[in-house]
């Protein structure tokens, strides 16, 4: 039981991360600013918590 906590935990992580590096490349990509790396970063954070809070929860286990 307690590897799956662990799985789960790891498995979110890695989705913020994820968010975060993508959120920033795309934003640099589409402005060309240092700045957009920052606010990209943010963004992609914020969409990523959304994601785990609201979406993962609710898919059906195969399992």
């Known amino acids: 039981m307690e590897n799956t906590k662990n799985e789960k935990a ?3 992580n890695s989705l913020y991360l994820i968010g975060a590096v993508m959120g ?3 934003a640099f990509v589409s402005s ?3 700045l957009s ?3 990209g970063a943010i963004g992609g954070l914020i ?3 959304i994601f785990v809070k609201f979406v993962i929860p609710h898919k059906p286990s195969d399992r």
Request: aromatic letters at 6%; glycine letters at 6%; proline letters at 0%.
């Open 37 to 39: 790396l920052v606010t």
């Open 10 to 12: 790891t498995l979110h």
């Open 47 to 49: 969409f990523a918590s």
């Open 24 to 26: 920033a490349i795309i």
């Open 32 to 34: 060309g600013a240092t």
